[in-house]
């Protein structure tokens, strides 16, 4: 009960509260998946992952977190069709919301994900990543949830071939925060080159 999987004695917690006595725990988890994930240029799937306060997995696997509502929703166009320039295309839209038991929202994330591969097999990835606010309740271990203020990113890469003998690549990637506090800019190239079947350096 008091352990950092279900912190049942968070004094923000109103849904729960610690059983003087108690010696078990009982409650649920699952997933329920609905969608189409492959065949055709649309796919799309909506999901419910779900573990209530009381679940209690650790003698037969590994638990992270307890009470937990996770919805989740994606909407993808993929084409595999050669055309003038390119022979695929792969485009995603994700989002996901996280709820605990008493129905606070958590936290809120959307990713805008796209990947062009061109005829002559160079890769173009670019993604936008928006996170909301965190409210976690895990962090204090007990204590009352902590609010960790939410971000944006955005990222791209091109890169060439990558079953030449040599592939360079570079990676841009930048991330404000909401709130203005922080920032950060990344430039990242690189360079491979596989000098025989089993050395790539």
């Given amino acids: 009960m008091l352990d950092p999987v ?3 004695q968070r004094p923000d917690a109103t ?10 725990l009982d409650g649920t988890g699952g997933e329920i998946r609905i969608g189409k994930d492959n065949n055709g240029k649309w796919r799309y799937y909506a999901d419910v992952d779900w573990r209530s306060p009381g679940l209690e997995l650790n003698d037969l696997g590994y638990l992270k977190t307890a009470d937990m509502i996770q919805q989740s929703a994606r909407l993808q ?4 069709s050669p055309g003038s320039l390119l022979r695929r295309r792969d485009v995603r839209l994700d989002e996901i919301n996280v709820y605990d038991f008493s129905g606070t929202s958590l936290q809120q994330q959307l990713l805008l994900h796209g990947e062009l591969y061109s005829n002559r097999l160079w890769s173009f990835v670019s993604e936008l990543h928006a996170v909301s606010d965190l409210l976690d309740t895990r962090v204090l271990r007990g204590g009352p949830a902590l609010l960790t203020p939410g971000a944006a990113s955005i990222w791209g890469r091109r890169a060439t071939d990558s079953s030449k003998p040599r592939q360079y690549g570079l990676d841009l990637v930048r991330g404000p925060s909401f709130v ?9 190239p690189h360079f491979s080159a596989r000098l025989s079947n089993t050395v790539k350096v």
């Fill in 6 to 8: 279900h912190n049942y």
């Fill in 180 to 188: 203005g506090h922080s920032q950060y800019t990344e430039i990242d």
């Fill in 15 to 24: 849904h729960l509260g610690v059983e003087d006595g108690a010696t078990r």
């Fill in 77 to 80: 166009y993929y084409d595999t």
